[in-house]
């Protein structure tokens, strides 16, 4: 079940590969998911010792949550394999890539998963391009629709 969806990342970044993350989360940050109450807009992924957290993601307090409810925007550790992680790290390090929350979902209905994106950020010329292409799918589906 999909929790949530970055739609502005496959415009902003060219996205070379995904990766699917567990991440670590409290039991008010849980409920507050089964209720969509998440933004991944200007978040991201960044390595903190060897660990990989998730930044900037917004989730917000549980609306019948005590004085223990989570802090809304706090970074939140992401799951993966220790191989994973020393790869990722390696990538990082070349120039101009970055780690891009793509989409947060439930798996079998009771874990939270994270769908991550090895990006590279898009330039003016290609983001113009982008537009090109869905504005010709579209017209090439409004035709298709008249000859039915």
């Given at each position: 079940m999909e929790i949530v969806k970055n739609s502005k990342a496959r415009f902003e970044?060219?996205?070379?590969?995904?990766?699917?993350?567990?991440?670590?989360?409290?039991?008010?940050?849980?409920?507050?998911?089964?209720?969509?109450?998440?933004?991944?807009?200007?978040?991201?992924?960044?390595?903190?010792?060897?660990?990989?957290?998730?930044?900037?993601?917004?989730?917000?307090?549980?609306?019948?949550?005590?004085?223990?409810?989570?802090?809304p925007v706090g970074s939140r550790k992401l799951l993966l394999k220790k191989k994973e992680l020393f790869r990722l790290k390696g990538k990082l390090a070349e120039k101009g890539w970055t780690i891009i929350p793509l989409k947060m979902y439930f798996k079998d209905n009771k874990i939270v998963k994270v769908?991550?994106?090895?990006?590279?950020?898009?330039?003016?010329?290609?983001?113009r391009q982008s537009i090109k292409d869905k504005d010709l799918k579209k017209e090439a589906l409004r035709e298709l629709k008249h000859f039915k």
């Open positions: 970044y060219e996205i070379l590969e995904e990766i699917e993350a567990g991440i670590v989360l409290a039991g008010s940050e849980v409920k507050s998911l089964r209720l969509k109450k998440v933004s991944l807009v200007d978040s991201y992924a960044k390595f903190k010792g060897n660990e990989l957290f998730l930044v900037n993601a917004r989730i917000e307090p549980y609306t019948h949550g005590s004085f223990f409810n989570h802090d769908l991550l994106g090895l990006c590279r950020g898009k330039k003016a010329h290609d983001k």
